[in-house]
């Protein structure tokens, strides 16, 4: 009889190992890694609840409208209305871009924004037009001094020119009957070196290419001399200007002005628009017997001024 000795399997005990560590069925992890790893999760989840979060908030913008401040720009810019005519220009187009913007922006539902910012724009142009239009016509209205005649130096002298007679120079006679008139007309200073205490100047009719790109032509300008006066009795008009002042003249400048008396009202220099009042004469003989062009231009207009200032209006 044989006897059999019985030893353990190893084979089956290695197939037990293996079946218990089988792809479909994972490996418990610790009890310490699976809190860590909830704790990830969550820290991630709540990044991405956060991000989610901040997306939504930027798709909630609304944009500006472009014509809102289009409509403020031209609302400020139409202040300058108080000071010139190119700013009243400005006001009324304003006005039509203010509401424009207004109701396009309203028609928008809510879909773009700026309804405040072009009422602003709609407001200051209105208010530009209105006021500027008050101040500049209230100014106009009183620049020109008591006895004295508005006279468009561009349109009622420069050019009405001069007409021949055998070669005799004559003016128009619109022009004559302002002769030995008092008036009151604007124009610009041709460019002098000297900055105050200035007793005589030339008055062109603007600050185109006719005068300052040029020499002017004899009815393009007229030559100015401020007046003199005795002691004490300086001209009243003459204080309305803060730019007229007064000097003691010598023997010697007074025979090159032509100058009555010693005491002598002088100006200063101004850059823009001028306007003057004074007794307007002409001369239609000046420059007789010389040459062409000296007789084209030479000086037939002059005017003894009481007042030089900055032009209340440019018209």
Partial sequence: MVEQTLEPDVNA???????????????????????????????????RASWASDVGEDFDYIPISPWAPLALCLGLLSLTGFIGLFGLYVAAFGIFIGLAAFFRIRAAAGSVKGTGMSAIGLVLSVASLVLGTAKMAHAYSTEVPDGYLRVNFPKEIAEKQFYYVAGKRKLDPDVA????????????????????????????????????????????????????FPDGQRPPLSYRSSGISEMVLTDEQKEKLGAEFSNQLTTKAYIGMVAVA??????????????????????????????????????
């Fill in 177 to 228: 009957k302002l002769v030995g008139q008092k008036v009151y007309l604007k124009g610009f200073m041709w460019a002098t070196q000297a900055t105050d205490g200035i007793p005589r100047f030339i008055l062109l009719k603007d600050n185109g290419e006719c005068c300052f790109g040029g020499k002017p032509k004899s009815h393009d300008f007229i030559t100015v001399t401020l007046n003199s």
């Fill in 278 to 315: 004074g007794v307007l004469q002409a001369d239609v003989k000046a420059g007789e017997g010389k040459s062409g062009e000296d007789y084209e231009f030479a000086p037939v207009y002059t005017m003894d001024a009481e007042l030089v200032e900055d032009a209340w209006t440019r018209f």
């Fill in 13 to 47: 005990t290695d197939s037990t190992a293996v079946a218990t560590t089988s792809p479909g069925k994972p490996e418990a992890a610790p009890s310490g890694e699976t809190e860590s790893g909830a704790i990830v999760a969550g820290m991630e989840s709540e990044q």
